[in-house]
T-cell receptor, first 110, second 112 residues
Framework: EDKVVQSPLSLVVHEGDTVTLNCSYEVTNFRSLLWYKQEKKAPTFLFMLTSSGIEKKSGRLSSILDKKELFSILNITATQTGDSAVYLCAVEAGDYQLIWGAGTKLIIKP | ETGVTQSPTHLIKTRGQQVTLRCSSQSGHNTVSWYQQALGQGPQFIFQYYREEENGRGNFPPRFSGLQFPNYSSELNVNALELDDSALYLC???????????FGPGTRLTVL
């Protein structure tokens, strides 16, 4: 059965800290891995990763995929209170379904 | 460019009732996916519609059904509601099947 597992489930850090969120997967016919940020309702897109070893960056956020070891990490440097959210990892399977992890709830304390 | 919209925002129903949730796709998008997100969980894929045809379905019973209209807006219908159907229902549209998905704000359904 296809599955996506995120860790940790929750994380509390102070402003300015760096965090690393993990996503491992077992999915038949992998197409891509996506990261989303969910603050209240609608998840907002962060990154789509399809190739191993190529880091994607957007400001203080970056992500990388390892297709051999079947995992991805999302890094956030110099965290701010506005980074507090649930971070969701999803893997797109061969039939275009998105299989989601349970999310990591990140709380940034001032 | 108009984003993805969903209606209603909140809904309260009782067990056994039926509900229809609506979604308007982002302009130009022909693919709509529906997800159920229980509290504290990641979204679960319900089904996807591409050009008015169901294009994939997750592990949900037949009482979850959908429609996509010629303007690519979509409905999710749930019959014989159960307490466990209480969740946030998210709709996402994409330019093509497999493309980046843009999410609507969701409909919070509570079944009493």
């Amino acid at each position: 059965e296809d599955k996506v597992v995120q860790s940790p489930l929750s994380l509390v850090v102070h402003e300015g800290d760096t965090v690393t969120l993990n996503c491992s997967y077992e999915v038949t016919n992998f197409r891509s891995l996506l990261w989303y940020k969910q603050e209240k309702k609608a998840p907002t897109f962060l990154f789509m990763l399809t190739s191993s070893g190529i880091e994607k960056k957007s400001g203080r956020l970056s992500s990388i995929l390892d297709k051999k070891e079947l995992f991805s990490i999302l890094n956030i440097t110099a965290t701010q209170t506005g980074d507090s959210a649930v971070y969701l990892c999803a893997v797109e399977a061969g039939d275009y379904q998105l299989i989601w992890g349970a999310g990591t709830k990140l709380i940034i304390k001032p | 460019e108009t984003g993805v919209t969903q209606s209603p925002t909140h809904l309260i129903k009782t067990r056994g009732q039926q509900v229809t949730l609506r979604c308007s796709s982002q302009s130009g998008h022909n693919t709509v996916s529906w997800y159920q997100q229980a509290l504290g969980q990641g979204p679960q894929f319900i089904f996807q519609y591409y050009r008015e045809e169901e294009n994939g379905r997750g592990n949900f019973p037949p009482r979850f059904s959908g429609l996509q209209f010629p303007n690519y807006s979509s409905e999710l219908n749930v019959n014989a509601l159960e307490l466990d159907d209480s969740a946030l229902y998210l709709c996402a549209s994409s330019l093509v099947s497999g493309g980046e998905q843009f999410f609507g704000p969701g409909t919070r359904l509570t079944v009493l």
